[in-house]
């Protein structure tokens, strides 16, 4: 007989003729006990959620009793760590989603507060889940914003080839967020080059913008800028503003990375309200390019680093910045070089100094006093640490009373040996000015407290007693007023 299920012949008797054979019946069983075990363990998950939720109802927690006002707060110091531009610092669970699956009642106030949503992280390749789910999640993120000005970050995962993503999921991710471009007011891109060349949003009320490529100089124009889109905020990595069609007249801050000195020029020229400009990476386009003077009447903070020492000289020389504060760099030697002359053309004190990393500080001979410096900044290991303690303890920086630094730095300069921390926070308080030290590490953020703190380091500063502030991304040194 042949069984009409298997559609194999059997030498046993089926229950009926032409019927299933019996190993066809008992799967059949089997498969109906998985189906009606897999529907009761559904219902009981269920039934859990809503007498958890219940639960906590009846007990009256903490938590149910708090305001409305002080749980989305708490919600938002829950949310996942980001930079400026919204990208997820480190990875690990989305803090909104996490929220909707305690309760009921968690799960309302968390989809409530479009605030929760107005940020969103959204990165193509390396993940293992379908194109669909992803642009669905993304369409979902969005609608929960509301009417909230949205952040929206993109990061391609590619490895190798700029063509290795999917591009249907691009164009379907392109879409949904198009569909909200009109809320867009900040847009980050870490992306191939040719994925830029078909991003096609029209964000018209775009006000922060960050493009960041894999490869070199591109003189394809940017396609969803246009005149009216009125930047206040720029970064760029490999792209020429040479050919960004905006408007120029809006822009308060711009960090550009791998750029040509023509570029900056035009940067200079179009943008009349920047007061912040962060330039690293210049790459010589032409050995016969002369900088033109240039006078900009806003700008307040310039930080140069990375830069060949020629493109340096022409552009330090050509600059007159009648605002300049804060001045920042990797070499030392640009100070005693460069920065007289700068500050001589300038209308203000310079109060700000800041050694960017991979800066060093390696020798002092010409070096003049800056007494307006009351700031210095120094993000990354410095090199000699004699050379740092006549930097501190002599007089080139008479009027210094705050010191930041990067961990680093600060661990080097606490176990040099020779208490140069101890000694520089002491030499001011005689004087009348309480000095300071400020130790900052957004990337870390309140772990880095607890890192320095609770360590001998931690021990020694509470036994001479400073005064040791905490903040969110690091902690504030005083020496206890005499």
Known sequence: MTCWLCGFETT?????????????????????????????????????????????????????????????????????????????????????????????????????NPFLWSTIHVRIGGQVSRTSDRINFVREWILRSQTMPLTFHLDIQTEGDDDDYDEEELKGIIGVVSQSSNRCHSLSLDIPSNALRSFSIQCQHLKRLRITRRRGLDLVPVPFLNSEVALEEIETRFVSYQLLQMSWNHLSSAKVEFSSPEDIVHLFQHAPQMTHCHISELVFSSSTFTMPPITHQRLKTLILCRAHSAIKAKLLRSLTLPCLQEFGTDQLAVIPIFLPALVERSSCPLVRITFCNGGAIDFLSDFHSLPGVTDLVLESPIVSHVLLESFLLEEYLPNLSRLTLRLQPFLQLWKGGKMLVCKWMAGGGNEGRHRKILVIDPSVGGELSVLVLETDIGKRLKDMQWNIRLRRDGFELMVPEF
């Open 12 to 112: 046993e008797s089926p229950t009926c003729k032409n019927g299933p054979c019996n190993a066809c019946i008992a799967v059949k069983r089997v498969d109906e006990e998985i189906n009606q075990a897999a529907a009761a363990l559904r219902r009981l998950i269920v039934k859990r959620s809503n007498l958890r939720s219940e639960q906590n109802r009846v007990h009256d927690s903490l938590m149910h009793r708090l305001p409305i006002e002080l749980k989305n707060y708490i919600f938002q110091l829950l949310s996942p760590l980001r930079d400026n531009w919204g990208r997820i610092m480190a990875p690990g669970v989305i803090m909104p989603l996490y929220l909707t699956l305690v309760c009921t009642g968690w799960r309302d106030i968390a989809l409530s």
